[in-house]
């Protein structure tokens, strides 16, 4: 296989892609994802409307990779990690997903520092209720007074008046998910957040915020090789809920390449990564991968995938 010319080929397709959906134009029969059930694997709409309100390229950028080690800290090149995040903003992606937690801070600085004044239609969506009290390491806290705080210093950072989409970043076993989003709906009525969403929930933690406040997202691990969250996207793709799969292309551990995703991938002279994100963007309609990267190459040909259609016996061969 000639890297070279695969990359050349998918960027080109990439850059065409991200233009005209930038430009307001819509490609390959442009549809918003309804309430009407659709079969795995034919998911076709390149947009999706979050909470019904606000349309995104359903493949979107993640930006926790933008920070130091163990996302920790600032990045070793942040001139870098700036032309990363706007060149995502020219790919198309119009929807970039960061928390508190990243750096912590650093990530949502770096965000407001490459991108503001924001482009119209940018959906910058943010988490809180996770702490870090060093290096890899991950505490929840959803205490309502902590997570207000956490609200206010997002909106700073960001330079926002309003934030579009927050995020519980993870349900605390020690506190009463009613309190928890309880304190986000406070911050919702005050006009400093947009719509909620949750992250790593089954469907009955879903069903259970639900009576609290209206939530459009929920974002769990999840790609090709790493399926575990299967029952909340069906849930997902009943009620219509965004989902959002973090490690879309596996995260520090990759993807599992079995014998399948190689031959499909060699197939159409791509990697086993861009063939990772193609699989989701087909699997679901309401599915809305955000790969990160800080590598401007890996960035180009991630969002080269959505250009990518396997035919029905290739995903029949990946099914397993």
Not at 57 to 85: I, Q, S, Y
Not at 141 to 164: A, F, N, Q, T
Not at 242 to 266: C, D, H, S, Y
Request: hydrophobic share 40%; glycine share 10%.
């Amino acid at each position: 296989m000639d890297d070279m010319i695969t990359r050349r080929r998918f960027v080109g397709l990439s850059v065409a892609t991200g233009a005209t959906i930038l430009a307001g134009g819509k490609i390959l029969g442009s549809t918003v994802a309804g309430p009407t059930s659709i079969a795995p694997g034919t998911a076709a709409n390149p947009t999706f409307k979050i909470g019904g309100d606000l349309e995104v390229n359903r493949l979107g950028f993640g930006a926790m990779r933008l920070t130091g080690e163990g996302v920790w800290g600032w990045p070793p090149d942040r001139a870098n990690a700036l032309k990363v995040l706007r060149r995502a903003v020219e790919l198309g992606a119009n929807l970039i997903d960061t928390a508190d937690a990243y750096g912590p801070e650093v990530d949502e600085l770096l965000i407001a520092e490459a991108l503001h004044p924001y482009p119209k239609g940018l959906v910058i969506a943010t988490k809180g209720g996770s702490t870090r009290p060093g290096p890899g390491q991950w505490v929840p806290d959803g205490r309502p007074e902590y997570l207000k705080g956490c609200v206010d210093k997002s909106l700073k950072r960001l330079r926002l008046e309003r934030i579009d989409l927050y995020q519980l970043h993870r349900v605390d076993s020690k506190v009463p998910m009613e309190d928890s989003l309880g304190a986000l709906k406070e911050m919702q009525s005050a006009g400093k957040i947009r719509h909620v969403g949750l992250s790593e929930v089954s469907p009955e933690q879903i069903e259970r915020a639900r009576k609290i406040l209206p939530i459009v997202t929920v974002q769990n691990r999840y790609n090709v090789s790493d399926r575990q969250w299967e029952n909340t996207l069906t849930y997902c793709e009943k009620e219509q809920l965004g989902f959002m799969p973090w490690a879309p292309i596996g995260g520090n551990r990759g993807l599992r390449a079995g014998q399948a995703l190689e031959k499909v991938a060699k197939d159409h002279s791509v990697s086993v990564i861009q063939l990772g994100l193609a699989w989701l963007l087909q699997r679901s309609p309401v599915m809305l991968p955000i790969p990160g990267t800080s590598n401007l190459q890996h960035l180009e040909d991630n969002m080269a995938s959505a250009k990518l259609k396997l035919t029905a016996d290739e995903w029949k061969s990946l099914a397993a």
